[in-house]
């Protein structure tokens, strides 16, 4: 039996944390930079020059990249999982990097980056391994077991995909828990009280809305509903999408194609929209290649006018998830914000406007982190799985699936089998003959959605019963049935009733990996060779002191290093020797902390250096290139995050 | 404990080796999961086949139940007894789905009595639009008549962008007196209810050819109010 400590993992589309319950406590566990947040970037070093393969790096790292070698670096990643090739181009034209040419229709969809290609679910791999190793760190023994949250919209094939990565970075799933019902569970906790809640959670590029019940500890999901496209980002787009209308039109430059120059905005615009959320105003002010500057002060009033019609996408699905459930508004007694995106006070108003708040007397619960509950509420349920907790032992999440389950019927229609809002695990157990005399095998279509026509639902398999012993039309008796697990993910197992043979079944999931591909796509194995653990994590204690010393040991050369004080370039240099010193030991805690030392050290260079690159970049100096390897069809390439433009 | 009510043979649990008469789900030696078993969703928990239910006990017991069940609790335990947890726990939540709705309840028990129910005939070769909920009850032929006219008119001049208040406001006072007839059908349907769980099986059996025609008419009210809010709302 397995054992060790069950981590919970908030895999997001911005950030991703890793936490556990410290006694009766969830915590997030803090990566080697001391940050809670690793973002959710993943980037490929320069090829050796050995020809071996190049090293991934994660995280703060990796988004330097983004400015420096954006054709080298992906984020973002979780708005493609589990979609098609035909839908992951059409989301491409948003964003820098590309699928690989010789991927073909019905493939595995795999992203270039640099001069490899990764698939979908292999990049979200490293996050988790970068995740999965901060936590052995912490520790100081392996961890092999992990929860990890997705959207409460996600589709069965997204699910799987999210499994897949897991498996990849050598977790073991254990159970995927939708992220709004994690946050409840994390406020839950000490709280224990009855009641009916809904959890709003509008993140960075999703939004759920779900509604429980808690009873007796029972956290019991009445409804759910969302958008797996709307979140922080489109607020961003709106706001780059103005300035670069206004560039152009009053100043006449166009940088609609100039990656690095919308990257530069974009930064300036996510800065003035959360300053937004503690200030009355924001100034805008950004440099334009021909020296001109692009000034703006932003009141809250014109944002909040600007913002409306993305924050209305919200109201539709928290109306349908209360109809679903049954309830009022006046009916729910707590309302938690989850998300980034919920501490703009324009979508605190509309909380509270939607279910009555302020006139019940009534506040939206924001004391956790946003950023964090999630990650918290994985911990939790990490804790619950694990077993043998007090903390934990009173608690049980019942979930739902988001999505109705259907097949594909006559004239293209759908039959549900399984209703949307159904607690899982949930089954349907279907039967189907044959139509003509004969036949040997039945093909069935399973569908997810909500709409009428098969073509208008995610399809996600197609099944083919086959070994039917050859009867007259409409004699066997084919029981098929459908299980949608505990993780929102199906099952399907088939027999023929009348000869009691069991009917072969071969699932050819729409999108997604086969079992052997998830296999071959296992990150280095070294990650699992427990024996030599300690002496693993001695020699990447070394490698992280190495990769800071190397850029330490350019940093002179660096315009930079001139703004720095007289102070802060004594400290690094001292905090330089020191690490230089441990590294030749064999202390791993020393050296780690040596890194540490020598990472707080050169905070302030570092961002000094962000900064140099961003306004080389928006002068076009450097990123000339960037664009150029970019796919004809993209329009609006920047390295940060996805934007839109006309 | 839940127990399959017939048909129990002695079987042996296959972590104590102790043989047990009843067919539970958790051996009553050393407390293991069973496999699961062939039951209805009324044995699930531990109840006759009965129309009148208190909910809000059935509430409790699915939560109890759920507390020992539910995959959370077989996260570390082996993989017979993980696949064992998946299928007890989908089977006591699609019962719990069923029975605590009374319609559902209705028309499941309907089903395990041999009734033929219109939303049964699922499968392959079905049109959902045509589950036998196509044809007006007989007393309502005329008003169905008028009420398809006005909505197809509604439609018409929603198409062309035209508000027609009179029309607007017939169709409401349509909806609401189908809605009336809906409830009235509801506590026909509860009459009934008391007739099956009490009656002899002369008297079931007349109160299931009672349901089944309430069903019917159920179903098809509904897809009526349903169509005239969808006219009214988009």
């Known amino acids: 039996m397995a054992d060790g400590r069950v981590v919970g993992i908030d895999l997001g589309t911005t950030n991703s944390l890793v936490a556990y319950m410290e006694g009766e406590k969830p915590v997030v566990i803090p990566g080697v930079d001391g940050s809670n947040l690793v973002p959710s970037v993943v980037a490929l070093d320069p090829m050796p020059k050995d020809g071996g393969r190049p090293t991934v790096t994660v995280g703060n790292s990796a988004r330097k990249a983004l400015i420096e070698t954006p054709e080298r670096a992906i984020y973002s990643v979780k708005r493609l999982m589990g979609r098609g090739l035909g839908e992951i181009q059409q989301e491409l034209k948003l964003f820098p990097f590309r699928i690989a040419d010789d991927v073909e229709e019905g493939e595995v969809p795999r992203i270039q980056l640099g001069e490899m290609k990764f698939t979908l679910p292999e990049i979200s791999a490293y996050v988790l391994r970068q995740l999965k190793r901060n936590a052995e760190r912490f520790f100081g023994t392996p961890v092999k077991q992990a929860v990890i949250t997705v959207p409460a919209y996600f589709n069965d094939a997204q699910r799987q995909a999210t499994k897949d990565a897991g498996r990849m970075a050598g977790l073991e799933v254990l159970r995927l828990v939708n992220e709004p019902t994690a946050a409840a569970l994390a406020y839950g906790l000490d709280r224990r009280k009855e009641g009916t809640i809904a959890v709003y959670d509008l993140g960075g590029g999703t939004f759920d809305i779900s509604i429980l019940k808690l009873r007796d500890g029972i956290f019991e999901v009445q409804s759910t509903n969302g958008d797996t496209h709307l979140g922080g980002d489109d607020i961003d787009n709106l706001l780059v999408a103005i300035a670069l209308d206004e560039i152009y039109s009053e100043n006449g430059v166009d940088l609609r194609r100039e990656p690095s120059a919308v990257q530069a905005i974009r930064k300036a615009a996510i800065e003035a929209k959360i300053r937004l959320s503690s200030e009355p105003s924001a100034h805008f002010d950004i440099e334009l290649p021909n020296g001109d500057r692009y000034q703006r002060e932003i009141p809250r009033e014109v944002f909040d006018q600007l913002i409306e019609p993305v924050l209305d996408r919200t109201t539709g699905p928290c109306r349908q998830a209360m109809q679903d459930a049954g309830v009022t508004p006046e009916q729910l007694d707590e309302v938690v914000l989850v998300g980034g995106s919920t501490r703009i006070p324009a979508v605190r108003q509309l909380v509270d406007n939607l279910f009555e708040l302020s006139a019940r007397g009534k506040k939206a619960h924001t004391d956790l982190n946003p950023d964090e509950v999630v990650a ?24 739902v699936t988001p999505l109705s389950l259907g097949i594909e019927a006559l004239g293209g229609t759908v039959a549900k ?9 949930a089954s349907a157990t279907e039967h189907f003959t044959t139509g003509v005399d004969g ?120 315009p930079a290093w001139n703004q720095l004080n007289e ?80 | 404990m839940l127990k399959v009510l017939e048909s129990a043979v002695p079987v042996e649990c296959w972590s104590c080796s102790v043989a047990h008469n009843e067919l ?90 041999g009734a033929e129910i219109g939303e049964e005939h699922a499968g392959k070769n079905r049109r959902p639009n045509e589950m036998g909920a196509s044809r007006a009850p007989a007393d309502l032929l005329e008003e169905v008549f008028d009420l398809n006219m006005q909505l197809e008119e509604m439609r018409l001049a929603k198409a062309g962008g035209e508000e027609d208040s009179s029309l607007k406001q017939s169709l409401t006072e349509a909806k609401t007196k189908f809605e009336g007839l809906l409830n009235a059908v509801d506590g026909e349907l509860h009459t009934q209810w008391s007739a099956w769980d009490e009656g002899d099986e002369a008297a079931r059996h007349d109160a299931q050819n009672k349901m089944v025609a309430l069903l019917d008419r159920r179903r098809y009210l509904s897809n009526l109010v349903r169509e005239v809010n969808e006219t009214l709302g988009a």
């Open chain 1, 439 to 558: 036949q040997t095998n039945v093909a069935i279509h399973v569908v997810q959605g909500e709409r009428e026509l098969a073509a208008d639902c995610r399809s996600l398999a197609r099944f083919d019963l086959k070994g039917i012993p050859p009867m007259p039309a409409g004699l066997p008796r084919i029981e098929v049935k459908f299980l949608i697990d505990a993780d929102g993910i199906l099952q399907v197992s088939a027999r023929e009733q009348r000869s009691g043979q069991q009917a072969q079944i071969e699932v050819k999931a729409t999108y997604g990996l086969t079992d052997e591909q998830v296999e071959s796509m296992i990150l280095e194995s070294f990650d699992h060779a427990e024996e030599d653990f300690a002496k693993r994590l001695l020699i990447e204690a070394r490698n992280e002191a190495e990769t800071i010393l190397a850029a330490v040991e350019r940093a002179p050369q660096h």
């Open chain 1, 376 to 399: 918290l509420g994985a911990a939790v349920q990490a804790d619950i799985l694990a077993g043998a907790s007090k903390a934990t032992e009173e608690l049980l999440l019942l979930d």
């Open chain 1, 567 to 646: 102070q802060e370039q004594t400290n690094i240099v001292a905090a330089r020797d020191h690490l230089v010193a441990v590294k030749q030991g064999d202390d791993m805690k020393a050296i780690r902390e040596g890194t540490t030392a020598l990472d707080q050290a050169t905070r302030h260079f570092a961002e000094l250096m962000m900064e140099e690159a961003v306004s080389t970049a928006i002068r076009g100096k450097t990123m000339q290139a960037a664009g150029d390897d970019l796919d004809e069809n993209v329009t609006a390439p920047h390295p940060m995050a996805p934007a839109e433009f006309k």
């Open chain 1, 417 to 425: 089998i399984i209703q949307r809002n159904s607690t899982i695990p």
């Open chain 2, 24 to 113: 539970t789900l958790f051996c009553p030696h050393c407390s293991k999961i069973q496999p699961p078993q062939e039951g209805n969703y009324f044995s699930v928990f531990s109840l006759q086949p009965r129309l009148n239910i208190d909910v809000e006990a059935l509430e409790h017991e699915f939560h109890r139940l759920s507390r020992r069940l539910h995959p959370d609790r077989f996260a570390r335990a082996s993989e017979n007894e993980q696949e064992w947890s998946l299928a007890d726990t989908a089977l006591l939540n699609d019962a719990y789905r069923t029975l605590k709705d009374p319609i559902r309840r209705t028309e499941y028990l309907l089903k395990l009595h």
